[in-house]
């Protein structure tokens, strides 16, 4: 399997415009998490779905940020309009087990610059 | 709700000196127990969970923690380090009932293994 695969790798942007991440999940796991990672925050959960459900998006920081799972094996994080301090490692990871998450797997990333 | 506190934002230690990452959670219900790693550049992966069971556990690369429940404590620890366990630790709890199942990951402790 190829794991969890997010593009872009990295995304520089000017302040103002949309911003579109997106990832493709390992097949046959039912759970996806979006987490942004910044030095001052760490490690901050965004968004999860369940069977392509929103479950818990009490994490998004704010109306300008917005999530979807069309399908089972692709999601997208959107930020419209992008502002500087949205500036951070976005991270999706998957997993089989919704109940646990003992098998959660990370994507690479996706490093967001805003200018 | 949980929270995770590693301690340590850094650990310098010497080659095949002993390590210890510190990790102290607060939760008002049970939860799963995690600890990941993060290279530079990439996504995070599991080390070792604690779900049930021995208190003791064991992981890749040597790694082992233990959990003790009276303590809320999860600390990590490897009897020998080598330079390639350079990186950044993060412990991460799941609650066990049935609200929201995401981890929540701690503030992340750098070891930095010198020769």
């Known amino acids: 399997d190829a794991g969890v695969i997010q593009s872009p790798r990295h995304e520089v942007t000017e302040m103002g415009q949309e911003v579109t991440l997106r990832c493709k999940p390992i097949s046959g796991h039912n759970s996806l998490f979006w987490y942004r990672q910044t030095m001052m925050r760490g490690l901050e959960l965004l968004i999860y779905?369940?069977?392509?459900?929103?479950?818990?998006d009490s994490g998004m920081p704010e109306d300008r940020f917005s999530a979807k799972m069309p399908n089972a094996s692709f999601s997208t994080l959107k930020i419209q309009p992008s502002e500087p301090r949205d500036s951070a490692v976005y991270f999706c990871?998957?997993?089989?087990?919704?109940?646990?998450?003992?098998?959660?797997?990370f994507g690479s990333g996706t490093q967001l610059s805003v200018l | 709700a949980q929270s995770v506190t590693q301690l340590d934002s850094q650990v310098p230690v010497f080659e095949e000196a002993p390590v210890e990452l510190r990790c102290n959670y607060s939760s008002s219900v049970s939860v799963y127990l995690f600890w990941y790693v993060q290279y530079p550049n990439q996504g995070l992966q599991l080390l070792l969970k604690y779900l049930s069971g021995s208190t003791l556990v064991k992981g890749i690369n040597g790694f082992e923690a233990e959990f003790n429940k009276s303590q809320t404590s999860f600390h990590l620890r490897k009897p020998s380090v080598h330079i390639s366990d350079t990186a950044e630790y993060f412990c991460?709890?799941?609650?066990?009932?049935?609200?929201?199942?995401?981890?929540?990951f701690g503030s992340g402790t750098r070891l930095q293994v010198q020769p």
């Open positions: 990871a998957s997993s089989t087990n919704g109940a646990t998450n003992e098998k959660l797997f």
């Open positions: 991460a709890v799941n609650p066990m009932d049935t609200g929201r199942r995401a981890l929540t």
């Open positions: 779905f369940n069977n392509n459900v929103p479950i818990d």
